[in-house]
């Protein structure tokens, strides 16, 4: 019979700090879960591009927005914005910045394994 799994974000397996953020990761079985906290500033292409080597984030992201703005920009011009309580499926080839002067935090149940890592 399986077993439920049970972690904790206050006691990450691994954390990734990143330019204006941080990453705090748990693994639950084939899932990865990320806890993305960025602070007012952050952007994607300025903050994560660097570690990443690529021109937009290619990693694939579904998650849930606890607290407060992210604008999403695709590849194709199209964008979207994510607030509390937002669900959202991102696929690869965007950008990402916080709107606003409030910290945000996003729950990654699909990136966690591989966003902040360099590409491969």
């Not at 397996?13 to 990761?25: A, H, M, N, S, W």
């Not at 879960?33 to 992201?61: D, L, N, Y």
Request: aromatic share 8%; proline share 8%.
């Amino acid at each position: 019979m399986p077993k439920t799994v049970k972690k904790s974000f206050q006691a990450p397996e691994e954390t990734r700090p990143v330019d204006k953020g941080k990453l705090e990761v748990v693994k639950l079985g084939d899932v990865t879960a990320m806890r993305a906290t960025f602070e007012p500033g952050w952007r994607w292409s300025e903050c994560v591009k660097p570690i990443a080597g690529t021109e937009s984030c290619q990693v694939a992201h579904m998650g849930y927005m606890i607290q407060g703005r992210m604008k999403v920009q695709m590849d194709d011009g199209s964008e979207e914005e994510l607030g509390p309580g937002d669900v959202a499926v991102i696929p690869p080839g965007h950008d990402a910045w916080i709107v606003g002067n409030e910290r945000a935090v996003f729950i990654d149940f699909q990136g966690g394994s591989v966003y902040a890592k360099p590409h491969n």
